[in-house]
């Protein structure tokens, strides 16, 4: 069993930035991400990562978000910049290991002015 930790949400003006972490219990290596949700929609992929460094992100972040990686520290970031209100969702990490998907607890995280 995979414990994931959380860390970085909060309240974002427009255009600002924000950096999700992402902390895994155990020194897996294995496909990490980052999902998000919003009330009364399906959870939507925002960004993944391979062991080896392959990304994969949602048309509606690309060249906003980045999703660096550290498989020594067992660590995935989300480092988000210009920041829309159409962001607003309850962000999850994501750790996928063979044919076994882990999530986090979920953190908020809200663009308004």
């Known amino acids: 069993q995979v414990q994931l930790v959380e860390s970085g949400g909060g309240l974002v003006q427009p255009g600002g930035s924000l950096r999700l972490s992402c902390a895994a219990s155990?020194?897996?290596?294995?496909?990490m991400g980052w999902y998000r949700q919003t009330p009364g929609k399906q959870r939507e992929l925002v960004a993944v990562?391979?062991?080896?460094?392959?990304?994969d992100y949602a048309d509606s972040v690309k060249g906003r978000f980045t999703i660096p990686r550290d498989n020594a520290k067992n660590t995935v970031d989300l480092q988000m910049n210009s920041l829309r209100p159409e962001d607003t969702a309850v962000y999850y990490c994501?750790?996928?290991?063979?044919?076994?998907?882990?999530w986090g607890q979920g953190t908020q995280v809200t663009v308004s002015s």
């Open positions: 994501m750790d996928r290991i063979g044919i076994s998907t882990y």
């Open positions: 155990a020194s897996i290596f294995s496909t």
């Open positions: 990562i391979t062991v080896t460094g392959g990304t």
